[in-house]
């Protein structure tokens, strides 16, 4: 089983940043392909961003590319999600998923391909 634990989640103002985190333990890192995930109030979860286990390939949502970068650290079995530009619409419970893949390189962006999901952690953007 894996176990997944964001941290970072806090308020900032329109303009800032925020560095998510989301420690992974319980199984290897290796082979687990990871995304983020947010839901604002009275809205559906949707798509961030994901990254390949090898950590080559990325996808973004469109509302965030430019200003949304993902990462992983393996030393630390870590994912990050830095965010700059932070504009009110962005608040939301932001949430890590995994899944373990055969592709080095695949990347997904929707929710049922992901196995393993954190309990979220909340940004709030004031303007």
């Known amino acids: 089983q894996v176990q997944l634990v964001e941290s970072g989640g806090g308020l900032v103002q329109a303009g800032g940043s925020l560095r998510l985190s989301c420690a992974v333990s319980?199984?290897?890192?290796?082979?687990?392909?990871m995304g983020w995930f947010r839901q604002a109030p009275g809205k559906e979860r949707e798509f961030v961003t994901a990254i390949s286990w090898v950590g080559g390939s990325t996808l973004y949502a469109d509302s965030v590319k430019g200003r949304f970068t993902v990462s992983r650290e393996y030393a630390r079995n870590t994912l990050y999600l830095q965010m700059n530009s932070l504009k009110p619409e962005d608040t939301a419970v932001y949430y890590c998923?995994?899944?373990?893949?055969?592709?080095?390189?695949?990347?997904?962006?929707?929710?049922?391909?992901?196995?393993?999901w954190g309990q979220g952690t909340q940004v709030t953007v004031s303007s």
């Open positions: 998923a995994a899944s373990y893949r055969a592709s080095s390189s695949y990347t997904a962006k929707t929710q049922s391909e992901y196995a393993y």
């Open positions: 319980g199984r290897t890192f290796s082979g687990l392909q």
